[in-house]
């Protein structure tokens, strides 16, 4: 059977999990990971250069959007956007980064370029929606973009496409995808408005997947799919949660009717995962460590009142 690795991985800073996903936790198992590239230059991070292999609608409309606002707005105004660019470039930056995350499924480009061009789409929506919340304006549209964000690209994280198997160059590793947009998850929770909904998103995805493992036959096609996705789901809540929860605690803007709604739904998936524990014991295991983690990183805030000290009692039962 899989061992249990500490939270912080094994010696080797890899976190184990059974079966199919082995996923390192920071990098890959063949090397640097793909979002870890050097700082881009002012010209390259602007969004001037595109990959010539990627999609050419998506291409197209990047760099028309660039051209538009360079040519409206003196660069010493780029902060100055009126909320209706503003928005429309959030929206804008959401979709290009889910069409990079099909493009690394499809295998249209190579694994490096998704790095560099994924990584200038987080740092871009992050700064723009970091301004955005500032002015304390379309609130209601923002969330609609972000939560449409996330539920586009947990349905790549969760799916493997009928052709993932092959490709011009040879055979293609579809966990490897899984665990970019993954990562891309980790980056982009950085951002609390982001990571709490990335949370609540995947704690519900897993009550999803809890269900549809119980009414699957183990022999199906599917299962071993679904098997490693619920892993895949676990353990980033597990990572949002050792990387971003006291930093998110410490905001202004911290949401705490979201906060309490993603615990409960967390609380709720371990009652769903109890339900599989005679078709596979780890499930619990995972969760109830993401639980004890979770309690120890909220503890102070339920004293302060940021928490609902009923919904903190059931963390530690």
Known sequence: GSRLPPADGDAAGRILVPDRLAIAEGSPRNGSHPLQTPPLDNRRRRGHLLPASYPLEAQARWKEKRRRLDRSLPVTSLMDFNSEDEIQQLSLSTDFLVELSDGIFAKREPCSTFGTFSHQAVDFILALLKNILSSKREKELVEEIIDGLVTRLMKRMCTIPENAGTSD?????????????????????????????????????????????????????????????????????????????????????????????????????????????????????????????LAREVAPAAHEGKLDLDVFSKLLC
């Open 169 to 293: 160059s040879g055979p293609v590793d579809c966990s490897d995808a899984q665990f970019n947009v993954q990562h891309l998850f980790r980056k982009l929770g950085n951002e609390e408005f982001i990571g709490q909904r990335i949370i609540l998103a995947v704690s519900q995805k897993i009550s999803n997947v809890s269900e549809s493992l119980l009414l699957l036959d183990p022999f199906d096609d599917s299962f071993p799919d679904m098997h490693g996705n619920m892993f895949m789901l676990i353990q980033l809540i597990e990572f949002l949660i050792s990387d971003y929860m006291k930093i998110w605690l410490c905001c202004e803007q911290f949401d705490r009717k979201i906060f309490e709604e993603w615990v409960r739904s967390i609380l709720k998936a371990r009652k769903d995962l109890e339900v599989l524990e005679n078709i596979n014991g780890l499930y619990v295991v995972y969760i109830e460590r993401v639980v004890g983690r």
